[in-house]
């Protein structure tokens, strides 16, 4: 009698295990990461000059001023890199949200807009819903934005550089980071934002080797030339951390 009630319970052990089992993979949700807004201004991106066939550097013409500039073209994320941070976002969802998948709708063109990194997803909505069936849908948003006084280099430089002139870069800035998720029909399902105050501490300590400040605009400023593609993924991985320990 015994030995039966042991098998009894082994059986109804074993029924439980794998009834919760399905029932996890059918409540599992599938998410759509179908819009990631990243924005890093032009002039905080490292400029890599242009060359003619015969190695000597290419000029173009300055659409503001009319006058004669280098020709350099604006530094952004590889394919792999952009694959690389939006996995990672992939990842964060799943680990924060449950979510069986997470899958990405990257463009059939690289270019997102001026200031914004090129091949990262970029659909709207109800294109997204169109093309790829789910249970919810991402939208993600990381802006740096520049808040210091326009002024038109080439005008005080003229073809020159700031760097030959050897003047340092100080940036003036404002970074902010949301997420939104939909429900098929748009209805928001939850939302979350970061502004520069909840990141300014990750920020000092990654940019630990560079003069740095919240000023009296609040602005973060930073003495620094130009990000560079590993700062970027660097401020990514800010940005994710905290959106991990946001309630």
Same mark, same amino acid.
Do not use: H
């Given at each position: ?15 439980? @295990? ?19 807004? $990243?924005?890093? %201004? ?48 992939? /990842? ?14 990257? %463009? ?36 740096? /934005? ?12 003229? %073809? ?28 928001? @399902? ?16 990654? $940019?630990?080797?560079?003069?740095? /400040? ?20 660097? @401020? ?10 946001? /309630?």
């Amino acid at each position: 009698m015994v030995m039966i009630s042991s098998q009894r319970i082994t059986v109804s052990l074993l029924l439980c @295990i794998i009834g919760l089992f399905f029932s996890f993979n059918s409540t599992a949700q599938q998410a759509v990461l179908f819009n990631f807004e $990243f924005q890093v %201004p032009e002039d905080y991106r490292r400029a890599i000059q242009q060359y003619d066939g015969g190695g000597n550097k290419k000029y173009k013409k300055d659409l503001y001023s009319n006058k004669m500039i280098l020709d350099k073209s604006v530094e952004t994320l590889s394919k792999k890199e952009v694959n690389k941070v939006c996995e990672m976002a992939a /990842e964060m969802f799943k680990q924060k949200y449950g979510y069986s998948e997470v899958t990405m709708i990257y %463009p059939l063109y690289g270019y997102n807009g001026f200031n914004r990194l090129d091949d990262f997803p970029n659909l709207k909505f109800k294109k997204a819903v169109k093309k790829k069936s789910a249970d919810v849908y991402i939208a993600m948003e990381i802006k740096i /934005e520049s808040k210091e006084p326009f002024v038109q280099w080439s005008d005080v430089l003229g %073809p020159k550089t700031l760097e030959e002139f050897g003047v340092e870069k100080i940036m003036f800035m404002d970074v902010t980071a949301t997420y939104t998720i939909y429900n098929p029909k748009e209805d928001i @399902i939850d939302q979350k934002k970061l502004m520069l105050t909840d990141l300014t501490d990750d920020l000092n300590t990654y $940019f630990i080797d560079y003069p740095k /400040e919240m000023d009296e605009k609040g602005r973060y400023k930073l003495l620094k030339p130009y990000f560079s593609k590993s700062d970027i993924i660097g @401020i990514y991985t800010i940005v994710e951390q905290n959106f991990k320990n946001k /309630e």
